[in-house]
């Protein structure tokens, strides 16, 4: 497996931007297509974005379509989700995840960073 650390979350005003990061180790990261998830509180984990392993192909939910954008750089081992005009219902714990397959199903990703939490004021 590959082990990911996400990193950039933090408390912004709407309207603002973050860019989050998540670094890659253990296995070659250009192996794998990547996810980034996220989860409210009392709510469950949802599908934000999903690249494929050469960044040929993205993916977003509806909600984020036009304002968040994943890239990566397989050189660098590390996944991006720059986030514009922030919400407040963006706020939760954004998860990057690794999977063999490109996928929207959190069940198809088999390694999981710790999450970094995004707070977005009103």
């Known amino acids: 497996q590959v082990q990911l650390v996400e990193t950039g979350g933090r408390l912004v005003q709407a309207g603002g931007s973050l860019r989050l990061a998540c670094a890659a180790s253990?296995?070659?990261?250009?192996?794998?297509?990547m996810g980034w998830f996220r989860q409210a509180p009392g709510k469950e984990r949802e599908f934000v974005a999903a690249?494929?392993?050469?960044?040929?192909?993205?993916y977003y939910t509806d909600s984020v379509k036009g304002r968040f954008t994943v890239s990566r750089d397989n050189a660098k081992n590390t996944l991006y989700l720059q986030m514009n005009s922030l919400k407040p219902e963006d706020t939760a714990v954004y998860y990057c995840?690794?999977?063999?397959?490109?996928?929207?199903?959190?069940?198809?990703?088999?390694?999981w960073g710790q999450g970094t939490q995004v707070t977005v004021s009103s």
């Open positions: 995840a690794a999977s063999e397959v490109y996928s929207t199903t959190p069940k198809d990703y088999n390694s």
């Open positions: 253990g296995r070659t990261f250009g192996n794998y297509a």
């Open positions: 690249i494929t392993r050469g960044s040929f192909g993205t």
